[in-house]
Nanobody, 121 residues
Framework: QVHLVESGGGLVQAGGSLRLTCSASERSGSMAWFRQAPGKEREFVAAIRLRDGTTDYIDSAKGRFTISRDIAKKTMYLQMNSLKPEDTAVYYC?????????????????WGQGTQVTVSS
């Protein structure tokens, strides 16, 4: 069982930055960030393979968001720059024993409770 705790969400103006942190109780094969806006389905944002740091992003995040990890601290980060109002959502941390970098919710066995990110225009 992997316990995940997110932090770092908040209210920011468009164009601003936030850094989300996900602290894990155990190491896993891959970790990811998802987000869910009101009335919408949960969507994949970014993923990272812990072993070698390989990453993958949703197109709208490329060039603005950076996912990273600190293996020793069992922590994953999401640096979000140039934030837009459409980035407003609850952001969730997820972990999987698999080494695959996929955006499918079903690939991830463990989830955090989420952290709210609100971007004002």
């Amino acid at each position: 069982q992997v316990h995940l705790v997110e932090s770092g969400g908040g209210l920011v103006q468009a164009g601003g930055s936030l850094r989300l942190t996900c602290s894990a109780s155990e190491r896993s094969g891959s970790m990811a960030w998802f987000r869910q806006a009101p009335g919408k389905e949960r969507e994949f944002v970014a993923a990272i393979r812990l072993r070698d740091g390989t990453t993958d992003y949703i197109d709208s995040a490329k060039g603005r968001f950076t996912i990273s990890r600190d293996i020793a601290k069992k922590t994953m980060y999401l640096q979000m720059n140039s934030l837009k109002p459409e980035d407003t959502a609850v952001y969730y941390c997820a972990a999987s024993a698999s080494l695959l970098l996929v955006g499918a919710i079903s690939n991830y066995d463990y989830w955090g409770q989420g952290t709210q990110v609100t971007v004002s225009s």
